[in-house]
């Protein structure tokens, strides 16, 4: 049951992080293209608009954020529960991607965005977990699974 705790602990401490990670890498973005003053958010059109005019710097600098934000997350997590790396990894992954792809319908993107905003999160928390794996080694007394076989307790 501890361990089931850490695990749900680590995850909203990723959400937190990431999700605090998007919104600083997103910052200048909004300097090189804001919003104009008159624009209303419930006009789809306009905000349609908006977005065609964006420049490619401005688009890009959403889709790194939307890479990083998963990376910074998985390595808290993986810091904080040190086991099952991959598992949180795509954990953290997938929730960053639904909350891309819940994004989609607020707002229009363009199409290379959209499949950035799906595939990223899912290779950065990947990468992350499997660095995290080599920079945060497993908390000692948990079994491994190299352990077990060496004392011909694996199935």
């Known amino acids: 049951m501890k361990q089931i705790l850490w695990s749900i602990l680590a995850i909203f401490a990723a959400f937190f992080v990431g999700g605090l990670v998007v919104f600083l890498v997103e910052i ?15 006009d789809q059109a306009a905000l349609a608009a908006h977005m065609s005019k964006a420049p490619p710097l401005a688009m890009a600098n959403v889709a790194l954020a939307w890479a990083l934000g998963p990376l910074a997350g998985t390595l808290v997590a993986c810091l904080i529960v040190r086991r099952q790396y991959v598992v949180h990894g795509l954990i953290i992954g997938a929730i960053f991607a639904i ?3 819940l994004n989609f319908g607020l707002f229009p993107h363009p199409l290379w965005l959209m499949v950035a905003g799906i595939v990223f999160p899912f290779l950065t ?13 497993a908390k000692p007394g948990q079994p491994q699974p190299q352990d077990m076989r060496e004392k011909n307790m694996a199935c």
């Open 28 to 42: 200048p973005g909004y300097f090189l293209h804001p919003l104009p003053p008159e624009l209303k958010m419930d």
């Open 99 to 101: 909350l891309d792809a």
């Open 125 to 137: 928390s990947s990468a992350a977990a499997a660095l995290a794996q080599r920079l945060f080694p």
